[in-house]
C-alpha cells in the first residue's frame, strides 16, 4: 500500500454538498467537487490501510478490487486504477452513483475511526 500511515494521519474528507437552491436549477452532481482538489483526492486513497484482509472488497456486489483501486489513486496512476475498474465493472460511472456503498460499512478502518471514503475514490477514477 502506497502511504502505511496515512489512516493515521489524514482525517475523512468529502466534497461538500451544494446549497438546495443551487440543486434544484441544474442536474448536475450534489456534491461540489470543483472545491475538491486533486491532492485531496490522492490523501483520501492514502487512507486505506494495509488490513490484511479487504473486508470492503469482499463485500463489493461487483468484486471490485478497493484496496488496489486505492493504492492506484495514491500513487497518481489514475489511469490504471480507471483499467482496474473496468475489469470488474462494465458500467462504472452509473454503478458508481447509484450504489449504496456497502464497502464503506465493510472497512476495517470504520472499527475505530470514519471509514476510508472509497465511493467517493470510486467516483473520482470515473
Not at 466534497?15 to 482538489?37: A, G, K, M, Q
Not at 456503498?101 to 475514490?121: S, T
Amino acid at each position: 500500500m502506497g502511504k502505511p500511515t496515512g489512516f493515521r494521519e489524514f482525517g475523512r474528507e468529502t466534497p461538500p454538498c451544494r446549497t438546495v437552491e443551487d440543486r434544484i436549477r441544474d442536474w448536475n452532481d450534489v456534491h461540489d467537487e470543483s472545491l475538491f482538489s486533486h491532492a485531496k483526492r490522492r490523501t483520501q486513497a492514502a487512507r486505506c490501510m494495509d488490513c490484511g484482509i479487504p473486508f470492503c472488497h469482499h463485500e463489493c456486489p461487483l468484486g471490485n478490487i478497493i484496496p488496489e483501486l486505492n493504492d492506484l489513486v495514491y500513487r497518481d496512476r489514475w489511469r490504471e486504477a480507471l483499467e482496474m475498474l473496468l475489469e470488474t465493472n462494465n458500467f462504472p460511472e452509473f454503478t458508481g452513483r447509484v450504489c449504496p456503498a456497502p464497502c464503506e460499512e465493510a472497512c476495517v478502518l470504520g472499527l475505530h475511526d470514519k471509514a476510508v471514503a472509497i465511493k467517493f475514490i470510486e467516483e473520482s477514477i470515473i
